[in-house]
């Protein structure tokens, strides 16, 4: 099969870790041993979220007193999609002898006119206390908002519209090529009067990205994968339980964390509701064991899988 996985920021680092790259770079091995087992079997295709790293980069910008201003989103953006994506190529490498690997940085087009742009809702960096959090929104004038139990920066999040590099992506799987792509959604880029690319301040939703570029690449699966085994109904409540197979219009019919849960649930029901194949929410470490049908939360048109027993 062709699938692509979207990797939760809990690949790279979990949360209350301490940013430190020798610490990412080993946690970025230890996801990348479920990656090889998915590679040797299917063609495949990574994306990557890189809320923690943008962030981290963003504040040391602004408070660089070098700098006339800070560097901006579409910038870092593209800078964490070189290093995250030189972390994960390099495993791969190493996981893969005589496999070609490719780290691509790739630009994401979206909307100039996108209503995001007057909500930022995307949360990126180190998350804080309330406290912390609310003196340095006023230092540096960023809007803050709770993530659970913490406090983070949010920006605008745009909707993708098409990944620039999706041809050259197609070429490369085709060639048996295990690509690493759209890290953090992409570069958010517009076109302007003339036609012409150019970057914008935002972050773009990891799980959407790799849903669009997921039918464009007409993947048979799409599976974001993180650090909880199964979507939960209910969640926090006494009645709170799994969800097992589903469909994108008993998901819909729930309410779900727009900060959390709510994207990846939209971005599985987009991809099923255009394609008709295969998408799951579940653990990284379960890879194998959800497109076998038993793990995860897998969503299908009539939510059954497997539909044969050639996977």
């Known amino acids: 099969m062709r699938v692509i996985v979207a990797l939760g920021g809990n690949a790279l680092l979990?949360?209350?870790q301490k940013p430190d790259a020798r610490l990412q770079v080993g946690n970025v091995a230890e996801s990348v041993k479920t990656l090889a087992k998915l590679a040797e079997k299917h063609e495949l295709i990574i994306t990557h979220?890189?809320?923690?790293?943008v962030g981290l980069l963003a504040l040391e910008s602004t408070a660089d007193p070098n700098l006339t201003r800070p560097y901006p989103f579409d910038?870092?953006?593209a800078a964490t999609q070189g290093m995250i994506g030189y972390w994960i190529l390099q495993a791969l490498q190493n996981a893969l002898p005589g496999r070609?690997?490719?780290?691509?940085?790739?630009?994401?087009?979206v909307s100039a006119v996108d209503p995001a742009f007057e909500n930022p809702t995307k949360f990126v960096g180190q998350v804080y206390d309330q406290q912390e959090a609310e003196k340095l929104a006023k230092e540096y004038g960023w809007t803050v908002r709770a993530d659970g139990e913490y406090w983070r920066r949010v920006v605008p999040s745009p909707a993708p519209q098409r990944v620039v590099e999706?041809?050259?992506i197609r070429r490369s799987v085709r060639e048996g090529v295990v690509v690493v792509c759209a890290g953090g959604g992409g570069v958010p880029v517009i076109r302007d009067a003339r036609g012409r690319l150019t970057g914008v301040e935002a972050v773009i939703d990891k799980d959407l990205t790799a849903s669009m570029l997921a039918e464009a690449l007409e993947c048979d699966a799409f599976l974001i994968l993180t650090d909880v085994p199964r979507v939960m109904r209910d969640f926090g409540a006494p009645s709170q339980s799994e969800i097992a197979n589903t469909t994108p219009h008993e998901l819909r019919a729930i309410d779900f964390p727009a900060g959390s849960m709510g994207p990846k649930v939209e971005a599985v029901c987009r991809f099923v509701e255009t394609?008709?194949?295969?998408a799951a929410i579940g653990r990284l470490?379960?890879?194998e064991q959800i497109l076998e049908g038993a793990a995860g939360?897998?969503?299908?048109?009539?939510?059954r899988w497997p539909l044969t027993s050639t996977l």
């Open 14 to 16: 979990r949360r209350g």
């Open 49 to 53: 979220g890189n809320g923690p790293q």
């Open 75 to 77: 910038t870092l953006g």
């Open 100 to 109: 070609q690997v490719m780290a691509m940085v790739t630009q994401t087009l």
């Open 166 to 168: 999706t041809r050259l």
């Open 275 to 278: 394609t008709g194949d295969m």
């Open 285 to 287: 470490d379960q890879a």
């Open 297 to 303: 939360t897998i969503v299908t048109p009539n939510a």
